[in-house]
């Protein structure tokens, strides 16, 4: 749909589709106090809600500076938009007296064994994601945000990505070529929503207020795409499991065959390194480390050294951070795709409840 509503207990672009375009800013908080941080989050909750309703900016005379960039025109544009605003663990450093309702898994992201993470796009005390169906859409959400809460929040780094069309069907393509998303838990399933996605207040040690909110991992890894280039097909598919053009695992056929990891009667292998197979190993005891992948594409241009700068905006949204994303990534150290690949930034933050009516707000229950 053109349009996603924008109130519910859950925020609108954690289940909805991925869409073609994305941008990921994370912020550092300016706000001198506590009541500085309320009007920061009630003033993104009201632009979002207005942005995301496709409603045109009133008109002002000429004389005055106008109420929008004009990016899309005189006409309001929903344009597929979300706004999924995360808080990320310096938020509860001290400065604005919330330790105590910290979301218990919130940390800082660690460097993991194959990272080579630039801690200027890492962390933040704030993660805002625009997703639309355009990126002109994208850019005027980033663009009337930033403009209505200057003072209170400062970008900290930026991360645009996009997606594919199916091509030629099912899954949208990374920039290996291969389809990515094909095994998620499915965003129908409200149980599996209940068990992987959602945090609940008052389990897992969680104080009340996470209730439908969600741990967001995000990694921005870099392809070293000429060197991708150069391996055969074969070794391609080894690495992930899966055959290119298809998707389908390396024991089926077509892209949603289920993989199967003994060895069968065609004679058919998954290797035991092979991507798949270390993410999710299929057994009963890892069946809750499953999480919800939500990947985009990035082509930031071209390096100082004259190489392609292209990557994955790799995000998952996890009920238990630890439980989910640490023990997958942990699992996959070493796994043969680290050669091709090299995770340079991203953060963990925890995506708020959604926002439930006219009157609620980002955040509310922390304060
Ligand atoms: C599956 C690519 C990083 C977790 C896949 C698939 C591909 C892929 C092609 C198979 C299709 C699918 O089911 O989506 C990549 C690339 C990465 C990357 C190119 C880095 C540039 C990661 C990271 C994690 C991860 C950092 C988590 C720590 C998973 C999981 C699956 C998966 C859980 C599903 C496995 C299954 O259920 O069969 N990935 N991935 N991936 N990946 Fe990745």
Known sequence: PAKFDFHGSHQAGIL??????????ALDVTAADRAGLQRLFQTITERARFLTSGTAAPEVGISTVPSDSGILGPDGVAGGLTVTVGVGASLFDGRFGLASVKPAKLRTMEDFEDDALDRSICDGDLLIQLEADDADVVTHGVRELLRATRGDMQLRWRRDGFSSPPRPSGTPRNLMGFKDG???????DAKAMKELVWTHGGENGEPAWVEGGSYLA??????????????GLDEQQQIFGRFR???APLTGTKEFDDPHYELDSTG???????HIRLANPRTAATANQRMLRRAFNYDAGVDANGNLDQGLVFTAFNQDIERQFVTVQKRLAGEPLVDYISPIGGGYYFALPGVKNASDWFGKGLF
């Open 218 to 231: 995000v990694r921005v890894i870099r392809m070293l795409v000429e060197f991708w280039d150069r391996i």
């Open 16 to 25: 909805a589709p991925v869409r073609r375009s994305t941008a990921l800013l």
């Open 268 to 274: 058919a292998v998954i290797q035991f390194n092979a």
């Open 245 to 247: 053009g298809s998707g």
């Open 182 to 188: 094909t095994s998620n838990p499915l965003t129908s």
